[in-house]
Structures are given as C-alpha cells and as structure tokens.
C-alpha cells in the first residue's frame, strides 16, 4: 500500500505515460464456469486492493465517485442480487460481506471480531482505518486513479486437476551390488526419474 500511494503521489508530478505500469505481482487464477475464477494465488494483495476501495468508497463525497468504486466492488444488476467481485472462502467471506463490502460498512467497523470471525481481517482493517484519517478526498481520488490507469498484475492461468491425481509409477529399487551413484541411467530409469520430478 505504500509503494501504491508512493507511485500514485510521484505521478502527479511526472509527465502522464499511459504504457508506464506499476505491478503488483502474480495472480494464479483456475477458470471455472460462467467466467468465473478460482483464485490460487493472490489473494491477500487482491483482499487489500478491495479493502482501500471499500475504504476509499466510503470516505468519497459525492455519490458519483462512490459508485464508480463500488462498482469495482460489486457486480450490480436490474432483478439480481448484488454480487462480489472477490468472494473469500467461506469461514472468512460472511465478516468481509458485511463489514467491507456494503456502502458506508467499513465506517461501522466492529470493537472486537465477532465470534467465529477472521481476526486477521478486523486487524488488517483497523490498520487502514487508522491510515485513512490522513487522507484528504483529493488523496483518495488520485490513488483510486493511479490504480485504475497504471497499475498491473500479472495472471498467470493454471489448468484444474483432478483431486485425486493417478499415482506416478515408482522408481525402480537400486540393485543390492551397485549403489546409485555408481549407476548409468537407463532408458526406463530416467524415464520414471523425469516422471517423478
């Protein structure tokens, strides 16, 4: 967050480079149905980039601005139930649901985390509670900006396996005469040594 804020406040005062990035990292994501994505890696930046515009949202003046953040928040429809764009596992969504993602929720953060709650979650959002009482709405506008124009991540796509993987045959046993360093490798050896590695 602060190498976003950083980059976000240096390019004020630089020229505005449109092919200019600043990374934040890899996502490994596994496509599933309907053009959604089970996310492998990645989530804790992804929680902390939702959290800022949770944050962000609720700390804009106008309703305007607080709309085009949500919408990067939630996915809203005509006759549908708002959706979320990040959906944690199950133990930890029901606390972010409600005290992150609803407008104004993040202003009505929890004392203690409830029972059964992520505490790592309430933590990590009284931190930016805590940072965002610096912030001016000028400041937020221009992060939120920062991130939407110059920032990238890298996803990087992996294929969905079956849970139980068909078992890789067994190296063959070292023959009681030779020990394995002494061994040439033969055809069938370093075929099941490549299959192991």
Partial sequence: MVDLETSA?????????PEERFYLGVIT????????????????????????L???????TNNRERNRIDRMLMRR???????PRLRLAPEDHAWF????????????LPATAPLGSPRELLLAARFMEHA????SAADLRNIIDFLMHHTAVVRSIAEQR???????????APSSSRMWDDLEPS?????????AE
């Fill in 9 to 17: 406040h240096d390019s004020i005062d630089e020229e505005d480079v």
């Fill in 29 to 52: 994501i596994c496509p599933q149905q309907r053009g959604i994505a089970t996310l492998l890696d990645g989530q804790q930046r992804l929680v902390v980039l939702s959290m800022f």
């Fill in 54 to 60: 949770a944050f962000a949202r609720d700390r804009m």
């Fill in 77 to 83: 429809a005509f006759g549908r139930a708002p959706e």
């Fill in 97 to 108: 649901a409600h005290f992150i993602l609803p407008p104004g929720a993040t202003r009505r």
């Fill in 132 to 135: 965002f009482t610096n912030y």
């Fill in 162 to 172: 079956p849970v139980f993987a068909p078992a890789l045959p067994a190296l063959p």
């Fill in 187 to 195: 055809p069938s050896s370093s075929r099941y040594r490549v299959a």
